[in-house]
């Protein structure tokens, strides 16, 4: 009789009823899901937070992940998880490593890249310059490559790239000329959140300032996008003010940066400044400084006695 009760379980459940394993309902999620499950894991968010479930689930996920791009980014994306951790701690540098080692395999420049920058530190692996030269060369070049046949992605990756001077120098006018080249191939239409686009114009405004600091009179292309990310925030919805206010703050702050003990450019400075929606105490007393600043740099170099006329506050 008992044959026959084991025999009819197996029959209308199958064999598979005794793994308790497959019906674990990660089995069912696809690559993506299953990423967002295992950094669940690793943070201890939504579930108790455990290293060795993570894993396993991550690598469920590389399993499931069948095209080769995919599975390339995926990589990538949990070498982050490793090295950004739950609270931008580091959760496992030698585990973000080999993470990025497998996706680089797949010729993934952005895993090219974060190698680089693990060797730069020493996070993970000994300190190497060289190395991390050769792993930004190599991402520059793979970047290069596809920016050129109209990835979009890739030509904002390159502008980052030269704009951060990993692999040598800084070099502003490449950076420009990626940033540029990433908006004709529509990188800004792909961006969803006005924020977020608003930031990208204050980065792209940000280089004319810093390249204005080299000689170039770059002033005028770095308010049009700064313009622009100001608009863009302004009728983006319910926190329009506060992003905007922000976005302004940056920009006169950007413009009071010293460079070589000399201020930048007070007049925009001050200008930006008088563009905010509310003016504190704090903020007169700002201006202030700076206008004595301006009259002493006006008296030092010869410049127009109405440089520093600034609208009352």
């Known amino acids: 009789m008992k044959h026959l009760i084991v025999i009819f379980v197996i029959v209308f459940f199958g064999v598979p009823f005794a793994s308790a394993d497959n019906y674990d309902p990660a089995n069912r999620l696809n690559a993506e899901a299953l990423f967002e499950l295992g950094r669940a894991h690793i943070k201890g968010h939504g579930v108790p937070q455990d290293m060795e479930k993570g894993k396993e689930i991550f690598e469920r996920a590389i399993i499931a992940a069948t095209d080769t791009r995919k599975k390339s980014i995926l990589l990538n994306s949990i070498g982050d998880v490793y090295f950004k951790g739950g609270q931008d701690d580091i959760v496992d540098a030698e585990l973000a490593v080999s993470y990025y080692r497998r996706s680089t395999q797949l010729s993934n420049p952005r895993a090219y890249y974060n190698l680089g920058e693990m060797y730069v530190f ?138 070589d003990e000399h201020w930048l450019d007070v007049t925009q400075a001050i200008h930006w400044m008088l563009r905010l929606n509310r003016i504190t105490q704090a903020e007169r007393d700002r201006i202030r400084k700076l206008t004595n600043i301006c009259n002493d740099y006006v008296i030092s170099n010869t410049l127009p006695q109405d440089t520093c006329m600034f609208s009352p506050i």
């Open 122 to 259: 020493g996070k993970g692996v000994s300190s190497d310059v060289d190395k991390a030269q050769e792993y930004f060369a190599r991402a520059e070049a793979l970047w290069r490559a596809e920016a050129e046949a109209g990835n979009a992605s890739a030509s904002l990756s390159l502008a980052r790239a030269n704009l951060t001077g990993r692999r040598g120098k800084v070099d502003l006018d490449q950076a420009i000329l990626w940033y540029l080249r990433a908006f004709e191939l529509g990188y800004a239409n792909q961006v969803t959140s006005a924020v977020e686009r608003a930031d990208l114009f204050f980065e792209v405004g940000s280089s004319y300032v810093r390249r204005g600091r080299s000689g170039f009179n770059d002033t005028t292309h770095a308010n049009h996008w700064f313009e622009r990310a100001i608009n863009e925030v302004l009728n983006s919805g319910d926190t329009s003010v506060t992003d905007g206010y922000y976005i302004i703050e940056q920009i006169a702050r950007l413009y009071e940066n010293r460079v």
